[in-house]
């Protein structure tokens, strides 16, 4: 690997951390992290996104169980959720007369829809992954917390959300244990396999084989195999896209979809 300069050592040495120290992150680091994560791009410099900065430790014990059972999250020294925001434009709008002016020029009122969501979550996951970085070059290790998007009902009522604000990601930060300094870097698939140019390309069986060769060695080499199961696709679907907390997410996802729809300004 050629490595240029600082910042690409830095994003190539980076790795999901999830034992951390007890120590609180500095109020400079925490101050550098939330600046430089403000610093992110973001859609029409509108910043459709909140941080939301959870300090409460009983709330923390209860993510670390409505986010599918993992324990590291209620010992996080910082725990940040991202949430896609368009409850703040819409406030404003709704304080700055915008929709009587659409009457008086007979325009439709534009409420928020589905693609403003993902507007809004990209400004979110973009601005959270500065938050990454700047928190690596800090010494301060992070893990993603997908499951934030699961259990929409309890996560409104715990952070008062409102209906046009959705938590697309949550983060966890902290000094890494000693022992995890040097973690190894987990595999990436090759290159070839997610690098194209100028159209899409399908895999046939063969470029499989190819491309999760090192699975499929580890499947083929397990002594006990679960029950049934033949093949590493089959294990990895069971415990990831057809594991209980994806078909959570998936109810979960579709009421916060029908209830940013709903919603009424
Ligand atoms: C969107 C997203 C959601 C994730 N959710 C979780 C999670 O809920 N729990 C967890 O331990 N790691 C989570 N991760 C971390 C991934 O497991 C990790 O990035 C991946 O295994 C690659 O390892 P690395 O970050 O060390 O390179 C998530 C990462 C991303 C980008």
Known sequence: MNETNDTIKLINRRRSVRAWETTSITPDHLKSIIHATMRAPTAG???????????????????????DNQPWIAKAPLVLIFLADM???????GNSGVKELCEKKNLTYRTPQESDMFI??????????NAVIAAESLGIGS????????????HREMFN?????FPITMLCFGYPKSKNKNP??????????????DEYKRFEKEDFNDMYKKSIE??????????????????????????DFSVEMERSVKKAIKDWNEAKS
């Open 161 to 165: 959300l409102p209906n046009w604000v």
């Open 87 to 93: 409850q703040r434009w819409y406030d404003f709008y």
């Open 218 to 243: 580890e499947f083929n080499n397990m002594e006990k195999k679960p029950s049934g199961v033949e093949n590493y696709g089959q294990r990895f679907y069971l415990f990831k896209t057809g594991a």
């Open 143 to 154: 893990c993603y917390i997908g499951d934030i998007m699961e259990n929409i009902e309890i």
């Open 45 to 67: 410099n509108q910043m459709l996104y909140t941080i939301l900065q959870v300090d409460d430790q009983q709330k923390k014990d209860k993510l670390a169980i409505t986010c």
């Open 120 to 129: 809004a979550m990209c400004d979110a996951l973009i601005a959270a992954q």
């Open 184 to 197: 190894k870097l987990t595999p990436r698939f090759d290159e070839k396999y997610i690098h194209f140019h």
